[in-house]
T-cell receptor, first 115, second 111 residues
């Protein structure tokens, strides 16, 4: 059963600390999306990649957030320095672009709490 | 940009039918998706429409009218396990395009 794997599942940190979230997309998928979900804002698109190349990161606060895909099996989302307003659930999703629907499969999410 | 609107909450009785509407305004269009999300879990894919008309999949059906920027998700024979948030999402551009989500409709199924 193919799945998107995210780590950590839960993270509690103090304001100012660096946070790195990792995502392993489904093998063979070539599009990777990062979303953030809060009660107030719903699911917000932060950034997404096509064949490891960033296509759009306009939804991401550039001064503190960065997203990369070091290789096809790993996507990372880094926050430095973290702030309490970054507290949210961060979802990674992957899909097979350029074929039909490119349905995205979501990981279980990383719940971040910044104190 | 994109603007995706759907009702915040709907309540229905077990066994009944509920229709969740979604309207959108996008700069481009390459498909409309419905996802289900139970509390504390990840969204899971329900349906996809790219052409006008109705797509039926078991108890769930989804309809699309591109000219009206309108879709609905129809849930029939409601079960308690259908209590969840239902997210409408639109892809712009081509199949590589960004997928933007609406705020979600919380469906509450009562006995």
């Amino acid at each position: 059963d193919a799945r998107v794997t995210q780590t950590p599942r839960h993270k509690v940190t103090e304001m100012g600390q660096e946070v790195t979230m990792r995502c392993q997309p489904i093998l063979g998928h070539n599009t990777v999306f990062w979303y953030r979900q809060t009660m107030m804002q719903g699911l917000e698109l932060l950034a997404y990649f096509r064949n490891r190349a960033p296509l759009d990161d306009s939804g991401m606060p550039k001064d503190r957030f960065s997203a990369e895909m070091p290789d096809a099996t790993l996507a990372t989302l880094k926050i430095q320095p973290s702030e309490p307003r970054d507290s949210a659930v961060y979802f990674c999703a992957s899909g097979l672009g350029a074929t039909g629907a490119n349905v995205l499969t979501f990981g279980a999410g990383s719940r971040l709490t910044v104190l | 940009g994109q603007n995706i609107d759907q009702p915040t909450e709907m309540t229905a009785t077990e066994g009944a039918i509920v229709q969740i509407n979604c309207t959108y305004q996008t700069s481009g269009f390459n498909g409309l998706f419905w996802y289900q999300q139970h509390a504390g879990e990840a969204p899971t894919f329900l349906s996809y429409n790219v052409l006008d008309g109705l797509e039926e999949k078991g108890r769930f059906s989804s309809f699309l009218s591109r000219s009206k920027g309108y879709s609905y998700l129809l849930l029939k024979e409601l079960q308690m396990k259908d209590s969840a948030s239902y997210l409408c999402a639109v892809r712009d551009g081509d199949s590589w395009g960004k997928l933007q989500f609406g705020a979600g409709t919380q469906v509450v199924v009562t006995p």
